[in-house]
């Protein structure tokens, strides 16, 4: 099974349980979308799966071409490690809001392969006795702001050379936790 794939399984995933979690899917109806998502065999049928969920402003719509170039970039992104870690990495169409939430855990966001949305992108962290953490590639604009409390929040902001470079915005609060965001080749 491909990466590209999977990849976008998980963002369904992440989008469906963060609708049950808001109470917009019921038990029933959220165990037959998972299903559904999970034995999708291409990007076509998950796509078409996205298309008849009920919740088309919710769950993100799947690339349909590895190119990317007729893509629109999502919307939004919700990454969630609970007692357990995530990861994003490797190249993918990065939302243009993406919300990243680690409690007693870890997420990571590699943005390094990526293709960051023209107009650029906002990560909301928040890190509660876990971590975020952020690596953007140094092409881009970086633009940071946040706090610790009895945690870290670890930053520098970056200024690309390319006027026309999209701005990662990182706003974020670490409790107990860290947040970190770092520029790196």
Known sequence: MNNQLEQEKNTVLDQLSLAYSSDKLSIDEYEAMVTRVTQATDLQ???????????????????????????????QKTSIAILSGTEMKGNFLAARNHQAIAVLG????????????????????????????????PGVNVVT??????????????????????????QGIAILGGVEIRVKD
Not at 50 to 58: E, I, R, W
Not at 61 to 71: D, N, W, Y
């Open 145 to 170: 702001s946040g706090m610790g409390i009895l945690g870290g929040f670890s930053s520098r902001d970056n200024k690309s050379h390319d006027p026309n470079a999209p701005t990662v915005r990182v």
């Open 106 to 137: 870890g997420v990571d966001i590699d943005l390094r392969e990526a293709e960051i949305p023209p107009e650029g992108m906002t990560i909301q962290a928040l890190a509660l006795l876990g971590g975020v953490d952020i690596i953007a590639p």
């Open 45 to 75: 049928t998950l796509g078409q799966l996205t298309n008849a969920f009920p919740l088309t402003t919710t769950v993100a719509q799947p690339m349909r071409s590895q190119g990317h170039s007729l893509q629109t970039y999502p919307a």
